[in-house]
């Protein structure tokens, strides 16, 4: 049985989509501006991967981003 993913991940995951989309890239794109393998863009998107706060430097970066941006709308 596959776990719920927690809502602070699918949150990060629908704003770093959010924000791919907003500037038209691809997941591929997005992966190859941010030195991170595109499988892994998409499982962050999905809520399925936790990303390292490094991880999130480095999508901030490439978006061009606040990383606070990325972690918009979750709760504690």
Do not use: Y
Request: proline residues 5%.
């Amino acid at each position: 049985m596959r776990k719920k993913p927690h809502p602070a991940l699918v949150r990060f995951g629908e704003n770093v989509r959010n924000a791919r989309e907003e500037r038209s890239w691809t997941q591929e794109k997005l992966a190859d501006r941010a030195d991170v393998d595109q499988t892994f863009i998409s499982g962050i998107e999905r809520g399925a991967r936790n990303p390292t706060v490094i991880t999130i430097s480095k999508l901030a970066k490439a978006l061009g981003v606040p990383a606070a941006e990325l972690c918009g709308g979750i709760e504690s």
